[in-house]
C-alpha cells in the first residue's frame, strides 16, 4: 500500500498539473491575418507575392552576395527538412493558419501575401512560388522596424527597388540601367541603419510563443539577442567577467568582410558576407552545399570554445592538484588502482551568446573524455558515439528539456506545446563549465593518456533519424570537435608529472596560469560552490596583480559565500576586496556595482543609490544596474526617479517581467490607474507559471537517471546512469 504521505504528494502533483492542463483548450483560429505571429505590415494590407522580387533580380549587380545567399540558412529556412518536419507537426495537429508563428520567420513571402489560411487551399509547403527562397532579399531589405517582443516582431513594407528623397518609394521593376542612374534612391529604398542593428536580428533570433498558438500563455524561449546584449561583446553591460577590447555586433561574426570581385556593393573590394555562418551544417549538407558545410566547420572549430585538463582530484584523501602543468612536478602521489577524479574546465569565451545556442532541445553538444593506460587499453572513456549513431547515454551533455502540460519532453521541438524547461545547462557567454570523470588509475606506475572534447552535433541522432525516415534519405551528420586537450600523466617516484599538454585553437603555452583560473573559478561559481570559487579566483588574482577585475571576482564569490551570521566575515571580505580594487582603479565600475550591493546589504541606501547612479551613467543599458537602481530608488520612496529608471529597463527588455511589477505598483501610487492596468497586464502576461515548476519535479520523478545532471556539479564515472532517449507515449505526441 502506497504511504499516506506520498499519496498527498502525488494528489498535488494531480491537481496541480491538472490545473495547468486545464488552461489548455481547443484553440479559436487567429482572426488577424498575421496571427499568431507579431510581424506586421506598414498597412496592415497583405502583400500579394508577384510584388516580392525574386532573389534571381538582386544577382545581376550582386552576383557574390546572391552566390553566398545561395547556400545561406536564411535561403533555407523554409524548405529544409529539420525545420519543416517540425512545422508541419503545428500544421497537421492545429491547422495551416497557426503556421503563421513559426513561418513569420521561416517562409515570410507566405506569410504576408495571405497564403497561410484555409482558403488559399494549401495543405502542405511549399505555399508559394517563393518558398524555395526562405528569408529571401526583398524581405529583409523591405523591413522598416524591429521590435524586440520575439518572433517575427518586425514590420515590413511592400518591396521597393527605389525611393524618393524623402523616403517614399517607388513601385515597379525597374531596369538595372534605371537602377543604376539613381544609386542613392536605390540605397534609400532598400537599406536603413535599422539593418545594421542587432535588435534587427532579434526579430527573429528572440522567440515568444503566446497564447494564441499555446492556449497557455506567453513563453519566453531561447534569445541569442538578450544573451548578447549581456555579454562582454555588447559593451552595455558592466558584469561580463571577460569584456571585449571592442565592441563586436552579430554582423562581426556572422557578416564579416569578405573578398568580392563581383559585387557592385563591394567597397575596397569587400563586402559583408550574407552567408551567415552559425552552427548549421545539417541543412546545406542536405542540400549538398559542400563550401557551406566545410566553411561552417572551420567555423566552428576557430577558438570558439576552450578546453581545458584542468585539475585531478584523489578521491581517497580529496587532494587537488591543480593546475596541471606542461612541465613541473605537481606533487601527487596517487596509488596504483586508486580512484581519480580529471576536472576538465569548457569555456565559452568567444561566443557572444551560450553554447550551444538556441534550439539545444534538438541540438547535440557534449564532453567527450578518455583515459588510456600505456599499452593502449581504455580505461575510462565517456561521450563516445555508438555503433548505432546514438550519443554514450552518460555523457556530459550541454542540452535543454523543455515539458509539455503533463511533464512529458518536446522532442520534436513543438514550442506551442511548451510549459516549462525541466533542465538547461548552456554555458553562457564568457563563462564556464567544470566537468568530472572519475577513473581508476591503473596496476602499477605507468603513463596515463587524458583526452577532453567538446563535440557538437548540429542534431540529435534519434531526430536526425526521424527526419530523413520520413525524407527517405540516408545521411550522417558529422561530429565536429571544436576544443580539444591532450595531456600524458606518469607516477615517476610517486609523483605524477604531464607529459605533453595541447589544446585546439589556444596553444597551452597562451593559456597563462592567472586566466586558467580564473575560467576554473567562474566554472565553480557558476556550479554554486562560490568557497571553492572565491579561493580559486583568490589565486588567479596573485598571478595576476595588476587586474583589479579579478578581486572583484573574489568578492562576487566571497558575496556568495556569506550566510549572513551575526560576524558576516565573507560579507566584510568582499567589501574589503572591493575596496582594494577601487584603490586601484577608481575607474572600474564593475567594481562600483559589486560596491553598491555591499552598501545596500548594509543599509545605506543613499550611497548604494549614488554608485548605482554613477555606474549606470557609464553603462545606461546594462539591466541588473537598471534594476538594483530602480528597486534601491523605490525602497528611498523616491518613487519618480525609480519609474523613470523601470522604464528605460522596459524599453531595453519588454519582456522583463520584474520590470512592469514594480511600473504598475508606482503608476498606481500617481493615480495613473490605465497605465498600472497595462503594466499589471504585461507583468501578468511575461512572468514564470510559478505552478509549472512541478511538471519539472514530475519529470524527475518519472526520470530519476536525469537526477544526476540536473546536480551541476556532478561527477560522471563508470557507474553513471544511463540516460535512455525518451521517445514514443513517454514524450509529448507529434500528431
Not at 559542400?290 to 566552428?300: A, D, G, H, N, Y
Amino acid at each position: 500500500m502506497m504511504p499516506i504521505v506520498m499519496q498527498l504528494i502525488q494528489q498535488r502533483f494531480t491537481l496541480n498539473v491538472s490545473a495547468i492542463a486545464q488552461q489548455r483548450q481547443v484553440l479559436p483560429v487567429p482572426t488577424e491575418q498575421f496571427a499568431p505571429s507579431n510581424a506586421r505590415t506598414e498597412d496592415g494590407a497583405l502583400i500579394p507575392v508577384e510584388q516580392f522580387f525574386p532573389a534571381a533580380r538582386c544577382a545581376s549587380c550582386h552576383q557574390d552576395t546572391h552566390q553566398a545567399w545561395g547556400e545561406s540558412l536564411h535561403r533555407n529556412a523554409a524548405r529544409e527538412p529539420f525545420y519543416r518536419e517540425s512545422a508541419d507537426i503545428l500544421l497537421r495537429t492545429r491547422g495551416i493558419e497557426f503556421t503563421r508563428h513559426c513561418e513569420s520567420c521561416h517562409t515570410p513571402v507566405a506569410l504576408f501575401s495571405g497564403a497561410l489560411t484555409k482558403s488559399s487551399g494549401k495543405t502542405a509547403a511549399p505555399f508559394t512560388e517563393l518558398d524555395h527562397e526562405g528569408v529571401t532579399c526583398s524581405v529583409c531589405h523591405s523591413i522598416t522596424d524591429a521590435r524586440l517582443d520575439g518572433t517575427g516582431s518586425f514590420t515590413l513594407r511592400r518591396p521597393a527597388l527605389l525611393a524618393r528623397e524623402d523616403g517614399a518609394p517607388l513601385y515597379g521593376d525597374f531596369t538595372n540601367e534605371q537602377i543604376l542612374a539613381d544609386i542613392p534612391g536605390h540605397k534609400r529604398a532598400v537599406m536603413r541603419s535599422i539593418l545594421k542593428s542587432p535588435e534587427f536580428c532579434a526579430t527573429c533570433h528572440k522567440v515568444d510563443a503566446p497564447p494564441s498558438l499555446n492556449g497557455y500563455k506567453h513563453i519566453r524561449g531561447f534569445s541569442a539577442y538578450d544573451e548578447w546584449q549581456q555579454s562582454g561583446a555588447s559593451h552595455e553591460s558592466v558584469l561580463p567577467f571577460y569584456p571585449r577590447p571592442e565592441r563586436a555586433d552579430c554582423r562581426a561574426c556572422h557578416m564579416p568582410k569578405v573578398e568580392s570581385a563581383n559585387d557592385r556593393a563591394a567597397k575596397q573590394g569587400k563586402i559583408a558576407s550574407h552567408r551567415w555562418l552559425g552552427a548549421n551544417i545539417a541543412a546545406p549538407l542536405f542540400y549538398d552545399q559542400s563550401k557551406q558545410v566545410e566553411l561552417t566547420k572551420q567555423f566552428l572549430q576557430a577558438n570558439v570554445l576552450e578546453v581545458d585538463i584542468f585539475a585531478l582530484k584523489r578521491e581517497a584523501t580529496g587532494e587537488l592538484v591543480a593546475p596541471l602543468l606542461a612541465e613541473g612536478d605537481n606533487c601527487f602521489s596517487p596509488l596504483p588502482g586508486e580512484e581519480v577524479t580529471a576536472e576538465i574546465v569548457v569555456s565559452n569565451r568567444n561566443a557572444a551568446h551560450s553554447f550551444p545556442p538556441e534550439v539545444r532541445d534538438l541540438y547535440e553538444a557534449w564532453v567527450e573524455f578518455e583515459a588510456v593506460d600505456a599499452a593502449g587499453k581504455t580505461i575510462y572513456h565517456s561521450g563516445y558515439i555508438k555503433p548505432d549513431g546514438m550519443l554514450d547515454d552518460s555523457a556530459h551533455v550541454y542540452k535543454q528539456i523543455i515539458l509539455d502540460e503533463q511533464a512529458r519532453p518536446i522532442t520534436r521541438h513543438q514550442i506551442w506545446l511548451t510549459n516549462i524547461k525541466a533542465y538547461d545547462n548552456a554555458i553562457l557567454p564568457g563563462r564556464s563549465d567544470v566537468a568530472r570523470f572519475r577513473f581508476r588509475m591503473p596496476e602499477g606506475q605507468q603513463p596515463v593518456s587524458l583526452r577532453a572534447k567538446v563535440n557538437y552535433r548540429r542534431l540529435n541522432q534519434e531526430y536526425t533519424t526521424y527526419v530523413l525516415t520520413r525524407q527517405k534519405r540516408q545521411m550522417t551528420l558529422p561530429v565536429v570537435r571544436m576544443a580539444e586537450a591532450v595531456m600524458t600523466v606518469a607516477a615517476h617516484d610517486h609523483e605524477l608529472m604531464p607529459a605533453k599538454h595541447m589544446t585546439l585553437g589556444k596553444s597551452p603555452s597562451a593559456r597563462l596560469l592567472w586566466e586558467r583560473w580564473n575560467d576554473y573559478a567562474i566554472g565553480l561559481l557558476e556550479q554554486a560552490q562560490p568557497a571553492q570559487a572565491a579561493d580559486a579566483f583568490h589565486r588567479a588574482a596573485a598571478l595576476n596583480p595588476s587586474d583589479t577585475n579579478l578581486l572583484v571576482n573574489q568578492a562576487i564569490a566571497e558575496m556568495r559565500t556569506e550566510k549572513f551570521s551575526q560576524v558576516r566575515e565573507q560579507w566584510r571580505r568582499a567589501d574589503l576586496l572591493l575596496d582594494s580594487a577601487l584603490q586601484l582603479d577608481p575607474n572600474n565600475w564593475r567594481g562600483r556595482f559589486f560596491k553598491s550591493l555591499i552598501l545596500r546589504g548594509d543599509g545605506r541606501l543613499a550611497e548604494a543609490a549614488d554608485q548605482l547612479s554613477q555606474v549606470a551613467t557609464h553603462y545606461p543599458r546594462d539591466r541588473e544596474v537598471l534594476r538594483n537602481l530602480g528597486q534601491t530608488l523605490y525602497t528611498l520612496k523616491q518613487t519618480m526617479p525609480a519609474r523613470e529608471v523601470f522604464e528605460r529597463l522596459s524599453k531595453i527588455d519588454p519582456t522583463d517581467s520584474g520590470a512592469w511589477q514594480f511600473l504598475s505598483s508606482m503608476y498606481a501610487s500617481e493615480g495613473r490607474q490605465a497605465d498600472a492596468e497595462r503594466a499589471q497586464s504585461l507583468y501578468l502576461k511575461w512572468r514564470d507559471d510559478p505552478r509549472a515548476y512541478e511538471l519539472a519535479l514530475r519529470f524527475f520523478a518519472a526520470h530519476p537517471q536525469w537526477g544526476d545532471e540536473r546536480v551541476s556539479a556532478h561527477i560522471h564515472s563508470e557507474h553513471s546512469a544511463y540516460r535512455p532517449v525518451i521517445v514514443g507515449l513517454q514524450a509529448a505526441p507529434d500528431r
